[in-house]
């Protein structure tokens, strides 16, 4: 079974500064998904931006980018230019590409990110 | 074009009963996932819909059911509650496509007394 384990419960940042949140996953997969999704206190996941394993270059949604280390099996989410707004739980999270793993995520516990004024 | 919603926003029950928690997908979307998150944790996968059918599910008791109908919209029955189910219970939509990306309603808080 697919693993995903975030290793830091809480990180804050200064506005304007740059955070970077970890990820570490286990797989036995060569082929897979890997999300970061976004929950504010509204509750409501957004997505913030995905990998796909098979392509190496990183992906990157504006401010948004991630360090995807497929041998080390880390995917790591860089924010830059930190906003209040950016302040919420940060889920990672694995998505097989075939079979019953396709179906579903499987979501690490997550990091509360703090934005300081 | 509305999202993925959910009703009830809140609810308060106790031990032993019957919950049911409803979901509309965004348009166009056919597939129905449903997570639950307790305090403090990421979502866990209960089950996904598809053609209302029970296509995957997690490692959820027989307590937990559901339903798709035709319209894709779908139900999460919970029987016999435990203070244990006390979560956000999550709904999620998507389309078959390689991404299967799944956009997340905002939730439903259950509360088990």
């Known amino acids: 079974a697919q693993t995903v384990t975030q290793s830091q419960p809480e990180m804050s940042v200064l506005e304007a500064e740059t955070v970077t949140l970890s990820c570490t996953y286990d797989?036995?997969?060569?082929?897979?998904?890997l999300f970061w999704y976004k929950q504010p206190p509204s509750r409501q996941m957004i997505l913030v931006i995905r990998?796909?394993?098979?392509?190496?270059q990183n992906a990157t949604e504006n401010r948004f980018s991630v360090n995807f280390q497929k041998a080390a099996k880390s995917f790591s989410l860089k924010i830059s230019d930190s906003q209040l707004g950016d302040a919420a739980m940060y889920f990672c999270a694995y998505r097989g590409i075939t079979g019953a793993g396709s179906y579903q995520l499987t979501f690490g516990k997550g990091t509360k990110l703090s934005v300081i004024p | 074009d509305a999202g993925v919603t959910q009703s009830p926003t809140h609810l308060i029950k106790t031990r032993g009963q019957q919950v049911t928690l409803r979901c509309s997908p965004k348009?166009?979307?056919?597939?129905v996932s449903w997570y639950q998150q307790a305090l403090g944790q990421g979502p866990q996968f209960i089950f996904q819909y598809y053609e209302e059918e029970e296509r995957q599910r997690g490692n959820f008791p027989d307590r937990f059911s559901g339903h798709q109908f035709p319209n894709y919209s779908s139900e999460l029955n919970v029987n016999a509650l435990l203070l244990g189910d006390s979560a956000l219970y999550l709904c999620?939509?998507?389309?078959?496509?390689?991404?299967?990306?799944?956009?997340f309603g905002p939730g439903t808080r259950l509360t088990v007394l």
């Open positions: 348009s166009g979307h056919d597939t």
């Open positions: 797989t036995s997969e060569s082929d897979y998904y």
């Open positions: 990998q796909e394993a098979y392509k190496q």
């Open positions: 999620a939509s998507s389309i078959p496509s390689s991404y299967n990306e799944q956009f």
